[in-house]
């Protein structure tokens, strides 16, 4: 089992930034993808970034050059910095963490861009 817990969502105007993260516990060792997804009212949840534990990154075309992803092993979080944020980028952000065999999910955070 892994329990993820996310924190740093918010309000932020148009061309903000925000960082959000993600502290993983449980069965940590067994992790080998954690990444960002997030879902706006009425749409599906998308991948936003992912990292693997080597350290391979992977992400959406609508966020590359604005948002990165970084894992800190030692403290067992990923975060997601959100630079040049856009109304479109409005969502609740959640964080997953792929084992062998599962998938674990975050509650979500709200992460509103709005003036």
């Not at 089992?1 to 105007?13: I, K, M, P, W």
């Not at 502290?23 to 879902?39: D, E």
């Not at 992803?69 to 952000?93: C, F, H, R, W």
């Not at 084992?99 to 955070?109: I, K, N, S």
Request: a neutral charge.
């Amino acid at each position: 089992q892994v329990q993820l817990v996310e924190s740093g969502g918010g309000l932020v105007q148009p061309g903000g930034s925000l960082i959000l993260s993600c502290a993983a516990s449980g069965s940590i060792s067994s992790i080998y993808v954690m990444a960002w997804y997030r879902q706006a009212p009425g749409q599906q949840r998308d991948l936003v970034a992912a990292v693997t534990n080597g350290g391979r990154t992977n992400y959406a075309d609508s966020v590359k050059g604005r948002f990165t992803i970084s894992g800190d092993n030692a403290k067992n979080t990923v975060d997601l910095q959100m630079n040049s944020l856009k109304p479109e980028d409005t969502a609740v952000y959640y964080c997953n963490a792929v084992v062998v065999g599962a998938t674990y999910w975050g509650q979500g955070t709200q992460v509103t861009v709005s003036s």
